[in-house]
T-cell receptor, first 110, second 110 residues
Framework: RKEVEQDPGPFNVPEGATVAFNCTYS??????FFWYRQDCRKEPKLLMS???SGNEDGRFTAQLNRASQYISLLIRDSKLSDSATYLC???????????FGAGTILRVKS | SQTIHQWPATLVQPVGSPLSLECTVE??????LYWYRQAAGRGLQLLFY??????ISSEVPQNLSASRPQDRQFILSSKKLLLSDSGFYLC?????????FGSGTRLTVV
């Protein structure tokens, strides 16, 4: 089983739609969690951290369920510029190392 | 401000040739530094990380090596490249929580 699993997509949605991505992780001792965004042929960039109580940043909402080892990202009112690959990332307990999911592709169309 | 530099942006090398990719950071001291590789259509794979000068941890067996000759310099090397070494190589450093990535080197071994 992969350490971090994501639905690869692609998710094809119209502008203005709400879309949700899910992610599961295998190591229950994982300490911190993130969502990164990666544009085509570019480096990943941190989108937001994910906190146990859930957190929101504008149109983006991240949630964490430690009991189910499940992370989600919700994007409201999708924009064309949201088209990218979204990477679920987990910081394992045993060092300062991040484990990346393979990513979920989002395509927002007009 | 804190910045990370990586070069070259693209590289085409023949099989069996050597490789040297350099990463430098500015605006911080004693950072944790990382080398990742992303193969086409796949997730990021951690190759090496370093917590200080001369301290290198290898995550996967391969024909690559890493060195940290100075606090803010991290080098990825190979004596003889293989076709399978092709990919997008990313240097990163660890700030609070997540990692910040350099712009990456796209390596094609031919």
């Amino acid at each position: 089983r992969k350490e971090v699993e994501q639905d690869p997509g692609p998710f094809n949605v119209p502008e203005g739609a709400t879309v949700a991505f899910n992610c599961t992780y295998s190591n229950s001792a994982s300490q911190s969690f993130f969502w990164y965004r990666q544009d085509c042929r570019k480096e990943p960039k941190l989108l937001m951290s994910v906190y146990s109580s859930g957190n929101e940043d504008g149109r983006f909402t991240a949630q964490l369920n430690r009991a189910s080892q499940y992370i989600s990202l919700l994007i409201r009112d999708s924009k064309l510029s949201d088209s990218a690959t979204y990477l679920c990332v987990v910081n394992m307990e045993y060092g300062n190392k991040l484990v990346f999911g393979a990513g979920t592709i989002l395509r927002v169309k007009s | 401000s804190q910045t990370i530099h990586q070069w070259p942006a693209t590289l085409v090398q023949p099989v069996g040739s050597p490789l040297s990719l350099e990463c430098t950071v500015e605006g911080t001291s004693n950072p944790n530094l990382y080398w990742y590789r992303q193969a086409a259509g796949r997730g990021l794979q951690l190759l090496f990380y370093s917590v200080g000068i001369g301290q290198i941890s290898s995550e996967v067996p391969q024909n690559l090596s890493a060195s940290r000759p100075q606090d803010r310099q991290f080098i990825l090397s190979s004596k003889k490249l293989l076709l399978s070494d092709s990919g997008f190589y990313l240097c990163a450093w660890r700030l609070t929580g997540g990692h910040t990535f350099g712009s990456g080197t796209r390596l094609t071994v031919v």
